[in-house]
């Protein structure tokens, strides 16, 4: 887990020249965890889960995993970031469901990220009352995957990061 915890800090710091420390562990709440790492003289932290589930078994999905880093900006405290082991289609647009609740994801590379950035705070909100998160995408070579995260201890991974990084 910490490899790839490493891999998630080389993705999420924004300048190759800063110099930024492994990242620590802050704690483990059944399926995620929080981290925190310095950058800059800066703490910075994130919490992180991997996919319970990936479909088609056949694929070589990579890495998978789903994290949410704080950030500092006055409309949103966190920023929110799907990772996959391929390049997902030009164009395309993942699509995440936690329950009722319904969010697109923009693409570039192997990564997604919210495609209206003001619906962070209700995608936080709505990771924190369901159990499981569903994810589906298309990779660059047509495949449709999809993806499960189980909730599980993400309300408490959550609490973590607003302590660490208010």
């Avoid at 420390?21 to 910075?44: L, M």
């Avoid at 924190?128 to 991974?157: I, P, Q």
Wanted: proline share 2%; hydrophobic share 40%.
């Amino acid at each position: 887990m910490l490899k790839r915890a490493v891999l998630v800090l080389s993705m999420v710091c924004a300048s190759a020249t800063s110099y930024a420390a492994t990242p620590q562990v802050a704690g483990s709440f059944n399926d995620w965890s929080a981290w925190t790492y310095q950058e800059g003289g800066r703490k910075n932290c994130y919490i992180y889960a991997t996919a319970s589930a990936k479909t088609p078994a056949q694929l070589d999905h990579g890495d998978v995993s789903f994290f949410v880093r704080s950030v500092r900006q006055p409309a949103n405290r966190t920023e929110a970031n799907f990772s996959v082991g391929y390049d997902f289609a030009a164009d395309s647009k993942v699509r995440a469901e936690i329950g009722d609740a319904r969010f697109e994801m923009m693409v570039s590379g192997g990564n997604a990220w919210l495609a209206a950035a003001e619906q962070e705070r209700e995608l936080l909100e709505a990771m924190k009352g369901g159990d499981e998160m569903s994810l589906t995408a298309t990779s660059r070579r047509g495949n449709r995957t999809s993806y499960v995260f189980s909730l599980d201890g993400v309300t408490a991974a959550v609490r973590q990061l607003h302590k660490d990084c208010p």
